[in-house]
């Protein structure tokens, strides 16, 4: 695949030999949220907010991040293929001055949908590659192939929007079982104490809940480069320029598959104190060319490291997209935090929308009732009609036409509760959300869909978030794994989800169950 091209570029990024290493871990909510009680202690003062994860030797989160990938086990007193299939790697090279693995990756459940009887499966082949030369470069991939069979719901969400939620386009037939490829490629290289290039197809979450209104890890990876820079032990900041595509966008002559678009984000995040911080975000959407063809063209405002420009390019044909936001979280207890977003979506549309916002407010924490590993977290989600659209819907706030944002676009009010227990091998996850929201109907646009234009069919007024056909969303979920090799988060799964999506025309309600063999860090959301 011509995406991996990037996993092979670190022959030419040698670098001088050196005991300590810089690790990549890819974000997972699952995996990261049994960091809490480290990541959001106040005796520590990390930047926990820009994720994935970038963890040194030096870390205070090192200690923690090696112990839940050994789970204290005594490799001494097992056999080499007791060793290779349940503690360690396919293949592994570790010396003083490089390391390397190789995993392979399988994704295989069976399931049944009961209320409208169906069985389900998946069928993922895959691998990962992760390794270290010297202390100041990483490289990391990750590949899947795959066939499955989904519950009704995402069956409808695939034939809508031609994507296997969060991960890739379906390539076969919207009558034919779905058919997707997805890849991940990283290389990161730091060139000194505080700057640190991450190039290649990723994806980037900010905040510090399970939800993200302002950049979320919901859609499929993109092209990025990613620039990280600390200014002392208190700032840290990020620049990130991406490359994102809209199959549904108008097309042209001069092109023959989807419409491309550039995005560019800024976020710099600040320790006021050991307990407070506070980050300021911005991000812009801009088309690579308009309807007709005609190139965009470059303005030096899209490298612009300055922080809230006032400018971001030529306004014809089509403005760019631009937003701003804010994060914060306040360590309230020992291992409970308090954080929050804000963002405010300046527009492309001289239309009368209204006002355009989306806000978060949260907490999350860990050894609950004194009990370790018991984390938990419990937030509250809103985005008022219109959010994050365009009347140029090339340049809505999405990726492959999913949300950059929380799953549900925008007009929707939503609480989710996740409640996560560790112990030994084993893992116990239940999750709750309910959800409102205003669906469009068929000649108007109420403001959910993100990727439909806003500049028409428009209702007369804007009565507020959930106008439109008011909808109910019910979800409820539990898993209980059993982890064979943390190494690559490999395990045996039971899960059962119920869910109910209910307004004045429909009710579709969804039970089911499912067993796996699954690995990888990968997040694959489906509460929506």
Same mark, same amino acid.
């Given at each position: 695949?011509?995406?991996?091209?990037t996993?092979?570029?670190?022959?030419?990024?040698?670098?001088?030999?050196?005991?300590?290493q810089?690790?990549?871990q890819p974000y997972?909510?699952?995996f990261y949220?049994?960091?809490?009680?480290?990541v959001?202690?106040?005796?520590?003062?990390l930047?926990?907010?820009?994720k994935?994860?970038?963890i040194?030797?030096?870390?205070?989160?090192?200690?923690l991040?090696?112990t839940?990938?050994?789970l204290n086990?005594?490799?001494?007193?097992?056999?080499w293929l007791?060793?290779?299939?349940?503690?360690g790697h396919?293949?592994?090279?570790t010396t003083?001055?490089?390391t390397?693995?190789?995993?392979?990756?399988p994704?295989l459940?069976?399931?049944?949908e009961?209320?409208?009887?169906?069985?389900?499966?998946l069928?993922?082949r895959?691998?990962?590659?992760?390794g270290?030369?010297?202390?100041?470069?990483?490289?990391?991939?990750?590949?899947?192939?795959?066939q =499955?069979?989904f519950?009704?719901? +995402? $069956?409808?969400?695939?034939?809508?929007?031609?994507?296997?939620? !969060?991960?890739?386009f @379906?390539?076969?037939?919207?009558?034919?079982t779905?058919d997707?490829?997805?890849?991940?490629?990283?290389?990161g290289?730091?060139?000194?104490?505080?700057?640190?290039?991450?190039l290649?197809?990723?994806?980037?979450?900010?905040?510090d809940?399970y939800?993200?209104?302002?950049?979320?890890?919901?859609a499929?990876?993109?092209p990025?480069l990613r620039?990280?820079?600390?200014f002392?032990?208190n700032?840290?900041?990020?620049?990130?320029?991406a490359?994102?595509q809209?199959?549904?966008?108008?097309?042209?002559?001069s092109?023959?598959?989807?419409?491309?678009?550039?995005?560019?984000?800024?976020?710099?995040?600040?320790?006021?104190t050991?307990?407070?911080?506070? =980050?300021?975000?911005?991000?812009v +959407? $801009?088309?690579?060319?308009n309807?007709q063809?005609?190139?965009h !063209?470059?303005d030096? @405002?899209?490298?612009?490291?300055?922080?809230?420009?006032s400018?971001?390019?030529?306004?014809?044909?089509?403005?760019d997209?631009?937003?701003?936001?804010?994060n914060?979280?306040?360590?309230?207890?020992?291992?409970t935090?308090?954080y929050?977003?804000?963002?405010?979506?300046q527009?492309?549309?001289?239309g009368n929308?209204?006002?355009?916002?989306?806000?978060?407010l949260g907490?999350?924490?860990?050894?609950?009732?004194?009990?370790k590993?018991?984390?938990?977290?419990?937030e509250?989600?809103?985005?008022?009609?219109y959010?994050y659209?365009?009347?140029?819907?090339?340049?809505?706030?999405a990726q492959y036409?999913?949300?950059?944002?929380?799953?549900?676009?925008?007009?929707?009010?939503?609480?989710?509760g996740?409640?996560?227990?560790?112990?030994?091998?084993?893992?116990?996850?239940?999750?709750?959300n309910?959800a409102?929201?205003?669906?469009?109907?068929?000649?108007?646009?109420?403001?959910?869909?993100?990727?439909?234009?806003?500049?028409g069919?428009?209702p007369?007024?804007?009565t507020?978030?959930?106008?439109g056909l008011s909808t109910?969303?019910?979800?409820?979920?539990?898993?209980?794994?059993?982890?064979?090799?943390?190494?690559?988060?490999?395990?045996?799964?039971?899960g059962?989800l119920?869910?109910?999506?209910?307004?004045?025309?429909?009710?579709n309600?969804?039970v089911?169950i499912?067993?796996?063999?699954?690995?990888?860090?990968?997040?694959?959301?489906?509460?929506f």
């Amino acid at each position: 695949m011509k995406k991996l091209f990037t996993s092979t570029l670190f022959l030419i990024l040698l670098t001088g030999a050196a005991r300590a290493q810089l690790m990549y871990q890819p974000y997972s909510y699952q995996f990261y949220q049994k960091l809490n009680s480290q990541v959001y202690s106040p005796s520590t003062n990390l930047h926990t907010s820009l994720k994935p994860f970038l963890i040194s030797d030096s870390s205070k989160l090192r200690p923690l991040y090696d112990t839940l990938l050994e789970l204290n086990v005594d490799n001494s007193k097992r056999s080499w293929l007791n060793h290779l299939l349940f503690t360690g790697h396919l293949a592994q090279v570790t010396t003083k001055d490089y390391t390397f693995s190789l995993d392979y990756l399988p994704d295989l459940q069976l399931g049944r949908e009961f209320q409208q009887p169906k069985t389900t499966w998946l069928n993922t082949r895959g691998y990962q590659l992760y390794g270290t030369i010297g202390s100041n470069f990483f490289f990391y991939s990750s590949g899947y192939e795959n066939q =499955g069979k989904f519950a009704n719901y +995402i $069956s409808s969400y695939i034939s809508k929007t031609d994507m296997v939620p !969060g991960e890739a386009f @379906n390539k076969a037939a919207p009558t034919v079982t779905p058919d997707w490829e997805y890849v991940t490629a990283l290389i990161g290289f730091k060139a000194n104490k505080a700057v640190t290039f991450e190039l290649g197809e990723d994806k980037t979450f900010i905040g510090d809940g399970y939800r993200s209104v302002l950049l979320s890890d919901y859609a499929a990876s993109y092209p990025l480069l990613r620039v990280r820079v600390d200014f002392g032990p208190n700032v840290e900041y990020m620049a990130e320029w991406a490359y994102m595509q809209d199959q549904f966008a108008p097309h042209f002559n001069s092109f023959t598959n989807n419409r491309r678009k550039w995005a560019g984000f800024h976020y710099l995040d600040w320790n006021i104190t050991p307990r407070a911080s506070i =980050g300021f975000f911005n991000a812009v +959407i $801009s088309e690579e060319a308009n309807d007709q063809g005609k190139l965009h !063209g470059f303005d030096a @405002n899209y490298i612009d490291p300055i922080y809230f420009v006032s400018s971001f390019g030529p306004s014809n044909p089509a403005p760019d997209h631009t937003m701003v936001g804010f994060n914060a979280k306040y360590k309230v207890l020992n291992k409970t935090t308090v954080y929050g977003q804000y963002l405010i979506d300046q527009g492309s549309s001289p239309g009368n929308n209204g006002n355009r916002n989306s806000w978060q407010l949260g907490f999350r924490g860990a050894d609950l009732f004194m009990v370790k590993g018991f984390n938990y977290l419990f937030e509250y989600n809103t985005s008022s009609p219109y959010t994050y659209s365009s009347q140029y819907p090339i340049t809505d706030y999405a990726q492959y036409n999913e949300p950059l944002a929380d799953p549900l676009g925008a007009n929707f009010k939503e609480a989710v509760g996740i409640l996560n227990y560790s112990i030994g091998k084993f893992d116990f996850q239940g999750q709750i959300n309910y959800a409102k929201y205003g669906l469009n109907t068929a000649t108007v646009n109420y403001g959910k869909d993100i990727t439909a234009p806003d500049n028409g069919n428009l209702p007369p007024s804007i009565t507020g978030t959930g106008q439109g056909l008011s909808t109910t969303l019910k979800y409820a979920e539990g898993t209980i794994a059993y982890v064979l090799n943390p190494k690559y988060n490999l395990r045996l799964e039971v899960g059962g989800l119920i869910r109910q999506e209910t307004n004045s025309l429909t009710d579709n309600k969804t039970v089911m169950i499912t067993f796996g063999l699954r690995s990888t860090f990968r997040d694959l959301y489906h509460d929506f």
